[in-house]
């Protein structure tokens, strides 16, 4: 902790936890919930390595910054996470900087990372993820929902878990799911392919009352942005949990399952620019880190490529046999 002294006479809207706050109110008004938590993370971490919440954008220097930058890598940060703290606070300071709350300073961020170190590897092979499916897990429900989400999200193009969890039934029309992803905003179109349709249709029984796909939220239950985060934590938790099961050097988490589908494609030949217009990405460059418009048949043709690498057996009993009803499996996520 830095222990920096407090600066009288400050400018409220000149002080950044104060601009922040503000920030993350006009995000949540929005319905940006997931860039306000990151905002809000962002500047508890900043302000614990400060020692108060005073800190004024003239004092945001470089030299704070590289303190800032050892102080993160000493509390046990990896490069992605320094990073991600990083490009969240540049993003406030160039907003601080348009609104005339801040000086614009050149360079401010140059002699921190922000990054993306890809040694940092989130992403699987297809013969892991077949291990995964085979996994008898007939007496641990919960453990099973959470294997099928992560095969569904493979056998979607990589769909990520937030969007996993939002899916309506409405979004579904003659085998096709359309949808638009909740951070870029782009509208996407995928086949379903057989593999992913039995894992729906597992848990078919579960959704009969709501307009959702599948059993993750609640609709009779308010705030169902909290309950995504709590089906979130529960559903990575799930994941380690797999993963210490096949034993693995490599975690799984709920983003591995688009990292791993991304590789695996791009280790068969498909184009970077059809992988990242699969992923529903805002630029190839945001593809690129993902590897250490197209017709929707090219699209279709990329996933059932992928798909095939794991030579699905759609007569495996885990994934016809459907569950007995009981609240362990509805209880998975919540």
């Known amino acids: 902790m830095l222990n920096l002294p407090i600066q009288t006479n400050i400018d409220k809207m000149n002080t950044i936890t104060d601009f922040v706050s503000m920030l993350i109110e006009e995000l949540k008004q929005s319905g940006r919930y997931g860039t306000a938590r990151s905002y809000s993370s962002s500047i508890k971490r900043l302000n614990t390595f400060i020692g ?26 990896k490069r992605n996470t320094v990073s991600l703290y990083m490009r969240m606070l540049r993003s406030i300071s160039n907003q601080a900087t348009r609104r005339g709350k801040a000086s614009p300073q050149l360079g401010l961020f140059d002699d921190v990372f922000t990054g993306t170190d890809s040694s940092e590897k989130r992403a699987t092979t297809p013969l892991i993820i077949g291990r995964l499916q085979d996994l008898d897990l007939d007496n641990a429900s919960s453990l099973a929902f959470a294997r099928d989400m992560f095969l569904l999200s493979f056998f979607l193009r990589g769909i990520p878990f937030v969007d996993l969890t939002y899916l309506r039934k409405s979004d579904v029309k003659m085998g096709v799911l359309r949808y638009r992803r909740s951070k870029t905003k782009r509208l996407l179109t995928v086949a379903i392919e057989p593999c992913a349709q039995v894992i729906i249709r597992k848990y078919e029984q579960y959704t009969q009352n709501s307009p959702y796909l599948l059993p993750i939220i ?68 945001v593809t690129y880190t ?24 759609l007569n495996k009993d885990f994934i016809k046999k459907k569950p007995q009803k009981n609240k362990s499996v509805l209880n998975a996520f919540r």
């Open 218 to 285: 609640n609709p009779a239950l308010p705030d169902k942005y909290k309950q995504y985060q709590s089906a979130l934590r529960l559903y990575n938790k799930r994941l380690t949990h797999l993963s210490t099961l096949l034993g693995l050097k490599i975690r799984l988490t709920s983003y591995v399952a688009r990292h791993s589908w991304a590789t695996a494609a791009y280790r068969e030949g498909i184009p970077v620019s059809v992988i990242s217009e699969s992923l529903g990405h805002a630029s190839e460059k």
């Open 52 to 77: 108060h919440n005073k800190l004024t954008f003239r004092e945001l220097t470089p030299e704070l910054l590289k303190r800032y930058e050892l102080f993160l890598y000493q509390e046990g940060c």
């Open 290 to 313: 993902y590897l250490a418009s197209f017709e929707n048949r090219t699209l279709r043709n990329a996933n059932k490529k992928v798909i095939a690498l794991l030579k699905i057996n």
